[in-house]
């Protein structure tokens, strides 16, 4: 049974449309003018119940299954169309993804409102090696950014889902908590082969003592390398995020330890190089 929208059923409206099993009554004139895949929809006359055909003297427009156009997406672009919720910088990841499928060329193509949610999803995830990186979206976003040509987030998406994996997987058994949505098998073999490429170039990285330019000091990392880098990697998957390893080297209170100004700041400028050629080499990873 078709269901009419609770809020987008509008007394004038002038344009029935149906998104999946939820019909709205919204304004012809502004769907058209935004949308020419609206605008060149005709009324459905397979269906041959006729309260599935019209209904407050108005033809339904069904848009097309095969759009896959979901009628929580096309709510949220009514929201951004009749300025009831419009994409701004405080708009939640939920909705903007919703508007950014359903605005795409794949789907309804609204070209405008669709740049729009594209520029607020990138302003949410960073497009460098933000060692601090993670959310509970990235799955969908990696899916979003690789579907629509989002190059920008694509490969922060890609660090932090194959480098955060153990941590899906661990609360993957709560029941309780909010399901994380599946990649796909592509997107997943990229991730684990991803994550092959980062272990084995950083392991020799981590277990290997650094050096310094002073005797004194390169006997400090010597001393303090195991307890202060090494095991507290081993301890909670280090190996597998070098980013976030590296930036915790760069964190110890070196100078606390007996390391001179002169060699903390040289290790300092050394482990941010090391952080910026794992961001480069992973353009080569992942073509």
């Known amino acids: 049974m078709l269901r009419r929208h609770a809020r987008y059923w509008l007394d004038d409206g002038s344009l029935v449309v149906r998104a999946q099993d939820d019909i709205y009554k919204v304004h012809r004139t502004l769907l058209h003018r935004h949308s ?3 605008a060149s929809l005709s009324p459905s006359l397979d269906d041959t119940n006729d309260s599935k055909r019209t209904t407050d003297g108005l033809v339904i427009v069904h848009i097309p299954d095969e759009l896959q156009v979901r009628s929580e997406d096309f709510e949220a672009l009514l929201e951004h169309l009749y300025h009831d919720a419009p994409i701004d910088g405080s708009t939640s990841f939920p909705k903007v993804a919703s508007v950014l499928r359903a605005s795409s060329k794949d789907q309804l193509d609204f070209p405008t409102i669709h740049s729009l ?3 607020r999803l990138e302003q949410m995830f960073p ?3 933000d060692a601090s990186f993670a959310s509970e979206h990235a799955e969908e976003a990696l899916t979003l950014a690789v579907r629509h040509d989002i190059p920008s987030i694509r490969k922060a ?7 955060h994996s153990h941590d899906h997987d661990a609360g993957a058994s709560d029941a309780s908590g909010p399901q994380r949505p599946a990649l796909s098998p592509e997107l997943s ?3 684990d082969a991803l994550l092959e490429q980062l272990v084995s170039h950083f392991t020799p990285i981590l277990f290997t003592v650094a050096t310094a330019n002073h005797m004194a000091c390169t006997d400090v990392f010597a001393e303090k390398w195991m307890p202060l880098v ?3 990697a081993l301890d909670d998957n280090g190996l597998c995020r070098p980013l976030e390893t590296l930036e915790r080297i760069i964190a110890i209170d070196w100078a606390a330890e007996g390391v001179c100004a002169d060699c903390v700041r040289d290790k300092t400028e050394e482990w ?3 952080q910026r050629d794992v961001w480069e080499r992973m353009d080569d990873w992942l073509s």
């Open 157 to 163: 998406l890609y660090y932090s889902i194959a480098t």
């Open 189 to 191: 073999a990229r991730c």
């Open 117 to 119: 949610a594209r520029t």
């Open 272 to 274: 941010r190089g090391e």
């Open 127 to 129: 497009s460098g090696p």
């Open 230 to 232: 090494i095991q507290p």
């Open 36 to 38: 020419k895949v609206l």
